[in-house]
């Protein structure tokens, strides 16, 4: 409905009173189009239904069908939303909410491949003599892979985007998650092929399902949509690397389904410190918490009876949309490299010189000696970008910045703008500034464009868990769903209490251990008890 005021009436052509008349008509009129307006507008909903529910009675209302729960998406007014809920054969009306990715975006890869330590903690190298998951079908819901990236490229075997609606999910190279479902792809397959990284599962079969658009959140009857399709494809196990505040009982069902179907979904448990987001809060849901290189709980990971085991989740490399990735390093005079983060909108390039103490990184604290060399600040003080301008005025052809947290990794920062201006300025760990600081010699810093990223948050525990299902139904197909759980319980490495708490849930997954019960008479000793029993 459109609805105006005419314009052009003024005092010497109408009386006071007409006037007043007209002016309180066109408030009116104002007043009903905003009601109309409201009571029309239309926002997609799901309609959980009866096996008895007539599609007619949804009208000319814009809908689908989902294949796998009974139910639909549709768009209604929020009065049309009470109406049908009302309605012969309706269960239920819900909001179709949005879901978030968990992730907390962010050595020097050379020629050489690197395994991340996150694939070394959950002992998975040691199950690769025995499989690298061949055979297993890995499904991603997220926001799409790189299809093109080379140490993914062997893994895919197809997937779909419920964003385009297309069979090309691939992820948009712009927008709010870059790089998400490309950093859960290299986790769980990145190649073993002598470069890059290489996945806790290098030889699964992956598929991709893309549920989010460039930016914002995904609508939950897209997540819906995934995971029917994961249902029909016949997908072993899937990563749901994305949560939400709101519970969807639709959502709940189909995820109950995909369970029933043995199909494993493990899902990140979310990155506020706070309680577990669906869908790992689910039942059918495996939940996964964050660990750091110390093997505490990260910062920043939920917590929650819902939580079923936890995984690496802080600093941890893997693969990133092709040149959308930055990384840096620290070379000592000797060669020793270490590893270092760039900052967001540091500069790119090289810079070498004398490493010199500046304090907290406000003015007073440079001196005239950190001219062309490099500005060693703590992370306490001044904040990052006062750091920067401070280090630019002192001349500096670097800054490098020492966090001091307890979990003794390098930081993620940003300089706040895009500024010519900025150094070279990274961030290090507690140790490695103190390895920088005690040798006080000349140190060569690089920060440069990669195809891989290190990166925080939950996302990057749960597709270590994917991933060491993954090898276990390689060894054990014949094993359901709720079987592997109960493997990977089983066998888990306990942190925390004793036996599963509400931070570690059952602890940490342990590939090799899990391997072991579930072929004992196949499994190799891992390599120290090896030489330990053959006296070398």
Known sequence: MRLACREGFSAPQLSNRR????????????????????????????????RSFREETLGTRTHA????????????SDEEAKVLAAAKGVRYVEPDVERFVSAMPAPHLDASQMTPWGVTAVAAPPVWPLTRGEGVRVGIIDTGIDLSHPDLRAAYRGGYDFVHNDAVPEEEAEGGATGHGTRMAGVIAGAD???????AAPGVSLYVLKIFPKTGGAATSNVIRAVEWAIAQKLDVVNCSFGGDTPSKLEEEAYARARRANVLVIAAVGNDASWVRYPAAYPSVVGVGAVDRTLGIAS???????????????????????????????????????????????????????????????????????????????????????????????????????????????????LGSDDPRWPVAVSVSRQTGQIIGQRGSRVLLDSYVSDYEA??????????????????RALRPDLSADEVVALLAATATDLGDAGRDFVYGYGLVNAYAAAAAAVPARMPLPVRERRRSTGH
């Open 19 to 50: 006037m007043r008349k007209r002016i309180v008509v066109c408030v009116a009129l104002i007043l009903i189009a905003a009601v109309v307006h409201a009571e029309t507008t239309r926002r997609k909903y799901l309609v959980a239904t009866e």
């Open 193 to 199: 092929n002598g470069f890059g990284v290489v996945g």
């Open 65 to 76: 069908r989902f294949t796998g729960v009974d139910g639909y998406t549709v768009e209604l």
């Open 300 to 414: 920043f990971s939920n917590t929650g009876s819902e939580v079923d085991f936890v995984a690496p989740g802080a600093d941890v490399m893997s693969t990133m949309i092709s040149g959308g990735g930055r990384i840096g390093t620290i070379t000592l005079d000797d060669g020793t490299s270490l590893p270092a983060h760039p900052f967001l909108y540091s500069k790119s390039g090289p810079a070498a010189g004398i490493p010199f103490d500046c304090a907290s990184g406000y003015a007073g604290d440079f001196p005239p000696a950190t001219a062309q060399n490099v500005a060693v600040v703590q992370r306490a003080g001044a904040s990052i970008p006062v750091k920067a301008t401070n280090a630019v005025a002192a001349q500096a052809a670097a800054l490098v910045v020492i966090n001091s947290a307890p979990d003794d990794m390098p930081m993620r920062g940003s």
């Open 455 to 472: 990166a925080d948050g939950a996302s990057m525990a749960a597709p270590h868990v994917a991933a060491v299902a993954a090898l276990v």
